[in-house]
């Protein structure tokens, strides 16, 4: 396909067809107008299903399958990759949009389980104000992170061996945490010195019913890391088998209030 060609064409025609814009469609259905870009330009990209049905009622569509087909294949795939929206051979292939917008689109829990979370705060613009804002509006925030000055801590600078040391960029996300420290719903903590093994070698980032969840490989920092994005179908997929070990490391996490 040539480059620029919209690749979901029945959402394209639907769009013509009603006259709406990606600028107009993004406003009604309350996200970015390049996430609406996004849509367009990947078929295998399938939108919340909150947004998918006010896409129909602003394009007059009855089905959803009709504006993106690939949810009918969907439905009778089966088997372990049945949860796996996306893979990335990066972490930081991919897009940071894909990080604002699942942020923006959560309404109850955003959970970040990344050893250092350190990346968050100079990949997304304004990260600091999306979380304030989420909190204010209800969402529990948390944040799981590696004691700075833990045994495992210390060992994984000796294997990265890079200048921007695990320890310092674990501090640098506690420095931001202090500006956050008087909003209501903005929890933190370092996780168990036994879970610390566990914490450091796989990430969670959990937003609502989507995760993003990255495996830390032998030497490599976690932004060249794979990463798969999640989304949950039932009580027992892998969205909530990784869903379930954060929540184990957060459980025996102690207060980062605790140590300051």
Known sequence: ???????????????????????????????SGKTVERWLNDPDLIPHPRNREDACK??????????????????????????????????????????????KESKGDLF?????N??????????IGMVKKKAESGCRVRFLLGDPNGEVTRQREEIEGV??????????????????????????????????????SLSVFRFDDQALVTPHLAKLVGHDSPMLH??????????????????????RGTDVAAHV
């Open 1 to 31: 396909m040539s480059v620029g060609e919209a690749l979901n064409t029945a959402l394209r025609t639907a769009m013509d067809s009603a006259g709406v814009t990606p600028r107009r469609l993004a406003v009604s259905v309350g996200v």
């Open 230 to 251: 999640l989304r949950r179908i039932g009580e027992a997929g892998m969205f909530s088998r990784f869903a379930e070990h954060a929540e184990e490391l957060w459980s």
């Open 118 to 127: 350190y990346f968050l705060w100079s990949q997304l613009p304004d990260f």
């Open 112 to 116: 970040f389980a990344g050893y250092t």
């Open 163 to 200: 200048a921007l040391t695990v320890s310092t960029r674990i501090r640098i996300t506690l420095e931001h945490l202090e500006r956050l420290g008087g909003v209501e719903g903005v929890e933190a903590r370092f996780s168990a010195p036994h879970d610390a093994m566990n914490h450091v």
């Open 58 to 103: 602003a394009l007059g569509v009855e089905d959803v399958t009709m504006l993106w087909p690939k949810l009918i294949t969907d439905r009778v795939k089966t088997g372990e990759d049945k949860e796996i929206i996306h893979s990335y051979p990066y972490r930081s292939a991919c897009p940071s949009t894909v990080w604002a917008d699942l942020v």
